[in-house]
């Protein structure tokens, strides 16, 4: 049995969801999911810190290690390269893959940091946040990481030449919540008929909305 620590609105834990929903899996049957609520601080206790000293989710526990043993693997493009080893999901010869990997880079380094962080600043931080300065540089880098999605996909139905897999899983999960952060994607014609393609694929599966009780919150950005 695989074990998932994910929060369910959180696009890097969603990618797992998305790619075990592809692959047939379902939660109480091949894996357990286990909702860590990483906004409140339950990834930094120290019975989580002793699983993963970094204390972010998403973070798999696997009890079928070589040895019988239960193994631990955190940050969700790697998962998504184990989950997905051997499945058309990450498919081609080495240049291909390592092109897979190329955009699942990218969007750790050039997307995720922005897109992603301005949509928990947007919906997850009080309205007097003093984090809603970084919301204007946050959005100049973000759209310049939609910017280079959208000239790829001008001239090609997905991020991979093999076809739909886990880099456009991993650019999903924040992509099609960008404005929650305050991105319009109306300027990207060729990244919303890609979020259409991938919504359409069997066995997707939309994201949890994030919903909070604290009424200091909005999902609304600013
Ligand atoms: N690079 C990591 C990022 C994981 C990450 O930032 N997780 C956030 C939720 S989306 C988290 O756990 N934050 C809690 C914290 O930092 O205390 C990945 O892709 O898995």
Not at 61 to 86: F, H, K, Q, Y
Not at 89 to 110: K, P, V
Not at 127 to 142: N, V, W
Not at 156 to 166: A, E, L, M, Q
Request: hydrophobic share 40%; aromatic share 10%; with cysteine.
């Amino acid at each position: 049995m695989l074990t998932i620590h994910g929060y369910s609105p959180s696009g890097n834990c969603h990618k797992l969801r998305m790619l075990l929903a592809h692959l047939g899996r379902r939660p109480g049957v091949d894996y357990r999911w286990i909702e860590t609520d990483s906004a409140h601080g339950a990834t930094r206790t120290p019975a989580y810190l002793a699983k993963n000293p970094n204390g972010r989710v998403p973070m798999i526990e696997d009890d079928a290690g070589p040895a019988g043993d239960t193994r631990i693997m955190v940050e969700s493009n790697a998962i998504l390269c184990w989950l997905a080893e051997g499945t058309p999901y990450f498919a081609g010869d080495a240049w291909q893959r390592a092109q897979t990997l190329s955009w699942m880079f990218f969007e750790q380094y050039s997307h995720e940091p922005y897109i992603a962080v301005a949509r928990f600043i947007c919906g997850w931080t009080p309205l007097d946040s003093p984090r809603r300065a970084e919301l204007p540089k946050l959005r100049e880098r973000g759209h310049q990481a939609l910017a280079v999605m959208d000239k790829h996909l001008a001239s090609r139905d997905w991020f991979s030449d093999t076809g739909y897999g886990i880099a456009d899983i991993a650019l999903y999960a924040y992509t099609h919540c960008a404005g929650e952060g305050g991105f319009d994607l109306s300027a990207y014609p060729s990244i919303r008929s890609w979020l259409g393609r991938v919504e359409a694929q069997p066995g997707f599966v939309p994201m949890a909305p994030h919903s909070d009780e604290n009424p200091a919150l909005i999902a609304r950005p600013s």
